[in-house]
């Protein structure tokens, strides 16, 4: 396709990508109204203001016809969403776009690339697999009722609570929480860019310098959660004897922080080669209700699970 052009998104592009967002995937699950997905909630201007370089476009004579983002988390990068607007499927525009993206993921040289995908899709996997990603577990993308009468666990803040003063001390805390989990794993950018935009909160878990978790909430219209529910972005615990007991504390503050903002639905997905926390999650009462596969791709190559083995009490949405 000779006039197709493949660049960086700009702020001008955000209603056309959005658009093409809600009605490719809209489409691909069979809405009535494919642009009624994701209702209230958006990903496009969120994602941009938290990874700018990373988000990209395609255009054929000046019409936009493809968007997708990269995630920077540090030591991994993550893939997605990509979508091509649906009169434009199958012409090898989802393939000219992860030319480019992948492109630049491997020049951030990021230890590890991850991606969400549909199990279900021999196409999918086949298009990722063409790029070096390797199908590995499935991640339960799980939901539970809010109750509405929990208490805040003690030793409980809220990243907007603080005084800008103290905000680059804790954005450290939760590195080294998330280094401890990954090597060189950092969610900085992903806290920011909830704080700047109030699309949600980073629940901090343990006072200062005792920190021993966080968990990055969206809740609201423009977040990626909407206004319905909590959707936990990613939380983690510090890799420590005490991880189980944490995680439980650091959920049930997730729960607690969905009933003060209205909602009754919390969604929180884990991969299963986290196997306790897995079972920690069944046992505290979340049950899947969407089923994507993690691929994955190493820089050397060497097919390693990054931080979806058994011992990591994480959360995380790829999607
Ligand atoms: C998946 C998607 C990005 C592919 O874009 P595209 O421009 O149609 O892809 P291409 O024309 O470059 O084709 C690439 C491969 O995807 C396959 N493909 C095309 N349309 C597809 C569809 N609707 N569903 C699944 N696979 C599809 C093609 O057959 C091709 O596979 P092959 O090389 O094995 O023959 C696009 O169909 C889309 O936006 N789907 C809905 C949103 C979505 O699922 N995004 C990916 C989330 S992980």
């Given at each position: 396709m000779s006039n197709l052009v493949i660049r960086q998104m700009k702020e001008q592009d955000f209603a056309d990508a959005d658009r093409i967002n809600r009605i490719a995937f809209g489409t691909f699950f069979g809405?009535?109204?494919?642009?009624?997905?994701r209702g209230d909630g958006e990903v496009v201007a969120g994602r941009f203001a938290a990874n700018p370089d990373g988000t990209f476009v395609a255009e054929i004579d000046g019409t936009l016809v493809a968007c997708g983002f990269v995630m920077d988390w540090g030591s991994l990068g993550l893939l997605g969403p990509l979508t091509v607007a649906v009169d434009a499927w199958g012409r090898g525009i989802g393939r000219a776009m992860l030319d480019e993206m992948t492109r630049f993921m491997d020049s951030r040289k990021f230890a590890l690339q991850g991606l969400f995908t549909h199990p279900q899709s021999p196409t999918h996997i086949r298009l990722y697999e063409a790029y070096g990603f390797r199908m590995k577990r499935i991640t339960a993308v799980m939901e539970r009722a809010v109750k509405a009468d929990g208490e805040m666990p003690a030793e409980v803040r809220c990243f907007?609570?603080?005084?800008s003063s103290e905000k680059p001390a804790v954005l450290r805390e939760c590195r080294r929480i998330a280094e401890s989990v990954y090597?060189?794993?950092?969610l900085g950018g992903e806290i920011l860019s909830i704080d700047r935009a109030g699309f949600g909160d980073t629940i901090l878990l343990g006072?200062?310098?005792a920190m021993t978790g966080f968990a990055c909430c969206h809740q609201g219209r423009?977040?990626?959660?909407?206004?319905p529910q909590t959707v936990v972005k990613f939380a983690a615990v510090r890799s420590a004897a005490n991880a189980s007991s944490e995680f439980e504390k650091l959920m049930t503050a997730c729960e607690v922080f969905a009933a003060l903002r209205g909602t009754n639905r919390l969604v929180a997905g884990t991969n299963t080669g986290r196997t306790e926390c897995y079972e920690a999650m069944l046992d505290m009462g979340f049950r899947s209700w969407m089923n994507g596969i993690a691929m994955l791709k190493t820089a050397g190559g060497d097919g390693n699970d990054g931080y979806n083995v058994p011992g990591v009490f994480s959360v995380d949405d790829w999607r």
């Amino acid at each position: 396709m000779s006039n197709l052009v493949i660049r960086q998104m700009k702020e001008q592009d955000f209603a056309d990508a959005d658009r093409i967002n809600r009605i490719a995937f809209g489409t691909f699950f069979g809405l009535e109204t494919p642009s009624a997905f994701r209702g209230d909630g958006e990903v496009v201007a969120g994602r941009f203001a938290a990874n700018p370089d990373g988000t990209f476009v395609a255009e054929i004579d000046g019409t936009l016809v493809a968007c997708g983002f990269v995630m920077d988390w540090g030591s991994l990068g993550l893939l997605g969403p990509l979508t091509v607007a649906v009169d434009a499927w199958g012409r090898g525009i989802g393939r000219a776009m992860l030319d480019e993206m992948t492109r630049f993921m491997d020049s951030r040289k990021f230890a590890l690339q991850g991606l969400f995908t549909h199990p279900q899709s021999p196409t999918h996997i086949r298009l990722y697999e063409a790029y070096g990603f390797r199908m590995k577990r499935i991640t339960a993308v799980m939901e539970r009722a809010v109750k509405a009468d929990g208490e805040m666990p003690a030793e409980v803040r809220c990243f907007s609570d603080l005084p800008s003063s103290e905000k680059p001390a804790v954005l450290r805390e939760c590195r080294r929480i998330a280094e401890s989990v990954y090597g060189g794993l950092d969610l900085g950018g992903e806290i920011l860019s909830i704080d700047r935009a109030g699309f949600g909160d980073t629940i901090l878990l343990g006072q200062e310098s005792a920190m021993t978790g966080f968990a990055c909430c969206h809740q609201g219209r423009g977040s990626e959660a909407g206004s319905p529910q909590t959707v936990v972005k990613f939380a983690a615990v510090r890799s420590a004897a005490n991880a189980s007991s944490e995680f439980e504390k650091l959920m049930t503050a997730c729960e607690v922080f969905a009933a003060l903002r209205g909602t009754n639905r919390l969604v929180a997905g884990t991969n299963t080669g986290r196997t306790e926390c897995y079972e920690a999650m069944l046992d505290m009462g979340f049950r899947s209700w969407m089923n994507g596969i993690a691929m994955l791709k190493t820089a050397g190559g060497d097919g390693n699970d990054g931080y979806n083995v058994p011992g990591v009490f994480s959360v995380d949405d790829w999607r």
